[in-house]
T-cell receptor
Framework: KQEVTQIPAALSVPEGENLVLNCSFTDSAIYNLQWFRQDPGKGLTSLLLIQSSQREQTSGRLNASLDKSSGRSTLYIAASQPGDSATYLCAVSGGAQKLVFGQGTRLTINP | DVKVTQSSRYLVKRTGEKVFLECVQDMDHENMFWYRQDPGLGLRLIYFSYDVKMKEKGDIPEGYSVSREKKERFSLILESASTNQTSMYLC?????????????FGPGTRLTVL
């Protein structure tokens, strides 16, 4: 059974810092990996989707990498801003149209 | 932009009531999903559908049913609401083309069962 872990559960950094969020998964037979952002009380916003054949994807200040063989993904946020404060979730798809989610990392950017 | 809408942001119901949660997507996606999200338990899949009138059980289908009569609409039904179904309910959709695609989520419905 696929399990997804995100460490740390919470992270607080000063504005302007570059930071990395981590995601690991136990079964490397994934189809793709998706990173989401969730603001309190809201739905999930898709940030990046990485197919299993890709190593990384970039969108603006965000860069996500995937190392399928080691079961790891990272989300790099450059020049963090207070508006980046949110919970970040990663999820993997094993090909059955279903996503398995991590518990998320709650990120706080301090002005 | 993909848009997934849910019928209510907040809902308060009484134990034993029948509850309908509606989800509509405007991107002609084949797949639609219902999740619930609870503190400490994360997101859990209740049901999903990959075509009209088709449904598959997720990880926690007990106490729920679903209906998909039209491609754009996926309904979650709580036949007899109970207090342990108080939760945030999230709907999502994705395209089937080329394998599992990017999932897009609605804003969520916060359901409280008294």
């Amino acid at each position: 059974k696929q399990e997804v872990t995100q460490i740390p559960a919470a992270l607080s950094v000063p504005e302007g810092e570059n930071l990395v969020l981590n995601c690991s998964f136990t079964d490397s037979a994934i189809y793709n990996l998706q990173w989401f952002r969730q603001d309190p009380g809201k739905g999930l916003t898709s940030l990046l989707l990485i197919q299993s054949s890709q190593r990384e994807q970039t969108s603006g200040r965000l860069n996500a990498s995937l190392d399928k063989s080691s079961g790891r993904s990272t989300l790099y946020i450059a020049a963090s801003q207070p508006g980046d404060s949110a919970t970040y979730l990663c999820a993997v798809s094993g090909g059955a149209q279903k996503l398995v989610f991590g518990q998320g990392t709650r990120l706080t950017i301090n002005p | 932009d993909v848009k997934v809408t849910q019928s209510s942001r907040y809902l308060v119901k009484r134990t034993g009531e029948k509850v309908f949660l509606e989800c509509v997507q405007d991107m002609d996606h084949e797949n639609m999903f219902w999740y619930r999200q609870d503190p400490g338990l994360g997101l859990r899949l209740i049901y999903f559908s990959y075509d009209v009138k088709m449904k598959e059980k997720g990880d926690i289908p007990e106490g729920y049913s679903v209906s998909r009569e039209k491609k754009e609409r996926f309904s979650l039904i709580l036949e007899s609401a109970s207090t342990n179904q108080t939760s945030m309910y999230l709907c999502a959709s994705s395209s089937l083309a080329g394998g599992p695609g990017e999932q897009f989520f609605g804003p969520g419905t916060r359901l409280t069962v008294l």
